[in-house]
């Protein structure tokens, strides 16, 4: 009874302290649990299944692409992450060191791998020789660790999972290509399967990658208005290449240096899925995201026929990911439990249900309840995901752009940071100095320069001198 | 040209040297690639390709019987590791130790996880309060990392792929019929999808895993004769839920410990399937494993209409995971490169094929040439993939069979190990005096005391005395 009485205590308000609303729902949903490692979490089986859902169609469209994965390994030697001069600088100041193998103390220290350009560097080294080994598109899915002052589930840990792409390619055009390529597939993706528009765009030489050339970003909106780096995407030129001597003989014999890239997700994104479409009970799960779609939950299961009739309806529903309750607790418990963890339908299925041939489908999106007789209930429930997905998508892309300002001159600028929440455009000399100084004064960051770029103005927003682009700017996590 | 030519050097014979045979196929297949971090290996492509398909069919194995997936930190605090005392005995001289995050010295050291026996009991104290919240029946996929001075690319390498179950139960018979269940499930799984026959027995006390109470094990014969242990299932007996604190409330209102197993696979399999069905020409695969299933090899792909013609077989083939090589290298290379990646089935498609409308299949394990109509080459295929994944195993199966030898007594037990390569069967007092005698005088180690018993003579081959049971004893990797 006392776990049960902890369950239903309420989750904050979102409106009232959106971080522990954040916590709450985390906790409440079983995403994770905090681990006896400062910083480290521990991924349940609720969220380790939406990590999962994440890696598989992520996978599947980078194959389509002629990705491969492989497999690195976790160290890096000092000495190798030190080979490219800006990329040390961005990393070492926040990596685990590791300096005992068993009873010995090691001859050269090596860093628990905080992103691997270094290690796919010193292989490339040895397997490209020719054109003809020219491209090779390499992905791994692992674990790494940058060790982190302040840490929040998903949002900044110390250990987290993602995917690590790292191309290489015989031109500069080519890896400029691919670059772009696998931002706009990150974008799709977040917006097709996560129900997350995203602004794709640039970063700003202060905020690029450490080592890149240019880096692109999906910069999405979350609920509180504060935005989140959801994917980023970096163009290396042949600055690795060089750091590292990666060169092939061209068609005309001829020594080159190679061009790479790499791009990468993290289980960052599931804390964008709560706080883009979590609401004050709990979870929301876009349904092609979702682990379980349906949750029958039988009403007077006791009763005879009841629980023959929900396993007849899940057979029926065998196209979705179906499952049924059938646990001693009370309906509203059950209920509870459902939207908490933010299972996209219900069915209510009850004697009286029965009795009229029909079930009760209910959103847990908009709580809308739909009748529908057991006839046709699955390809009604098709349809109600189909639009459920649809739909969360577009609330969140009014969201978003509701809460996207235009200032024309810092005044503006510092009003919108101050009073309002989300995105604010605004013009850009491209002067770093301007930059630093907005962060400096409002806290708001260079998000990203748009691919689709709008001439607000002729002048910076912060100096006021001519203005080169347009940049998004925001607070961010 | 230089690489071609490294590329066709013929490989080590097997009966010449089995150790340098087994690194020229695993080399020359691209499977691996030796890293700048001693005894850590870089899994490539073809390498990656055969483990994420192990790991598909074992996941689908795996959550048919309820379990669930979740990720722990790969970290454990050294005063954690320490809490159960055989456990931290077995691991702590072979693990890998962090001291600095960042730029200061941590306040307690941690290692990184060598098994996460210690993470999950941490964990299962906090989740755990009452028997309705049992079992749970979780895994992870992951790496983990043993510091063992010599290695070897799959069978041990310092850091290593894997999957660890964990599992806990309110009962010890509980957690006893899961601990079998999962050493039945490897053991389906390695003669039905690797076509790999194994022994499924019970490890000695000398020989069972740091804290179980028990451990079973599946142990497969390579083709030079030594013994793989390829899959092992530990019952903890309630010993970590004592050292840890695990406790629940019965239905009698009453605080039990909880009882828990673990279980786990590795890359290591991918060596079994090499030393198990490898040849003189390299790699063959067991076509459900393989990840490429059917080559189609264009013959005088220059001529009009033959690649048009090899397009149209693989779409008719696209039940397959099937591939067309259309590089301009020449069809005997393409028929090496096939043959060394272990390739099941080469399909070669020329002008006088296509005009004769058929095309010859070859089999990779047998070499035999089938030539079929290419109205009814799909059908074939599939006839010939399922035959082949069949012949496999019962070939594996016939030669550990003539590679196990009955030994009565200590002469003959010598003899065997000296003059004979394989698996001896031979009693048992159940004294570890005798088993230690045994390993230090012939280098052969107790696999298992299988589940399958045979009364060969009622005394000890070593002592004498009354046997207790009958082992499998042999070298091993």
């Not at 993706?189 to 794709?200: G, H, K, Q």
């Not at 979590?278 to 026929?305: N, T």
């Not at 002048?459 to 925001?474: L, P, Q």
Request: with cysteine; charged share 30%.
């Amino acid at each position: 009874m006392a776990k049960e009485k902890k369950f239903v205590e309420a989750i904050t308000s979102m409106d009232e302290d959106f971080a522990q609303w954040y916590t709450d729902v985390v906790k409440k949903a079983e995403l994770i649990e905090y681990s006896s490692v400062k910083g480290c979490m521990i991924i349940r089986p609720n969220g380790y299944a939406i990590w999962e859902n994440i890696q598989n169609e992520l996978d599947k469209r980078f194959k389509a692409t002629g990705v491969e994965n492989v497999y690195m390994p976790m160290f890096i030697p000092e000495s190798l992450l030190q080979k490219e001069k800006d990329h040390v600088e961005g990393f070492a100041p926040e990596v685990a060191w590791v300096t005992h193998g068993g009873m010995e103390p090691l001859q050269e220290r090596m860093c628990v791998r905080p992103t691997s350009e270094t290690l796919f560097c010193d292989f490339y080294k040895d397997i490209i020789q020719s054109y003809r080994d020219l491209p090779k598109l390499y992905n791994q899915w692992c674990s790494v660790v940058r060790w982190e002052k302040e840490t929040r589930p998903f949002l900044r840990s110390r250990e987290f999972l993602w995917q690590e792409g790292h191309t290489i390619h015989a031109t500069a055009e080519e890896a400029e290509e691919r670059t772009r390529q696998m931002l706009n597939l990150y974008a799709d993706f977040c917006e097709d399967f996560l129900a997350i528009p995203v602004i794709r765009g640039k970063k700003t030489e202060k905020e690029k990658f450490a080592g890149a050339e240019s880096t692109y970003t999906i910069e999405a909106l979350m609920h509180d208005g504060k935005a989140l780096q959801s994917g980023t995407s970096h163009n290396f030129g042949d600055g690795f290449a060089k750091a590292f001597g990666i060169q092939y003989t061209d068609k005309d014999n001829k020594l080159q240096y190679a061009y790479q890239t790499s791009w990468g997700m993290t289980t960052r994104l599931i804390g964008a899925v709560i706080m883009v479409h979590g609401d004050s009970s709990g979870l929301v799960l876009p349904p092609r995201l979702a682990p379980v779609q349906v949750m029958i939950v039988p009403v007077r299961q006791q009763q005879e026929g009841v629980l023959e009739k929900a396993d007849e309806l899940a057979d029926k529903l065998s196209d979705y990911r179906v499952r049924i309750d059938k646990t001693d607790k009370s309906p509203g418990w059950k209920f509870s439990e459902q939207e908490v963890k933010g299972i996209p339908l219900r069915v209510e299925l009850g004697p009286k249900d029965i009795e009229a041939n029909q079930a009760v489908i209910v959103r847990r999106d908009t709580r809308e309840k739909i009748t529908v007789s057991l006839d046709e209930i699955d390809v009604k429930i098709g349809e109600v995901l189909e639009t459920m997905q649809k739909e969360m998508l577009e609330r969140a892309r009014k969201h978003r752009d509701e809460h996207t300002t235009v200032a024309l001159n810092y005044d503006e600028f510092k009003d919108a940071v101050e009073n309002k929440q989300g995105f604010i455009k605004a013009m850009w000399c491209g002067d770093k100095a301007c930059e630093d100084k907005v962060k400096e004064e409002t806290t708001a960051t260079s998000r990203c320069m748009p691919f689709e770029q709008e001439q607000l103005s002729d002048k910076c927003v912060c100096c006021g001198r001519t203005a080169k682009t347009m940049v998004y700017w925001g607070k961010a996590y």
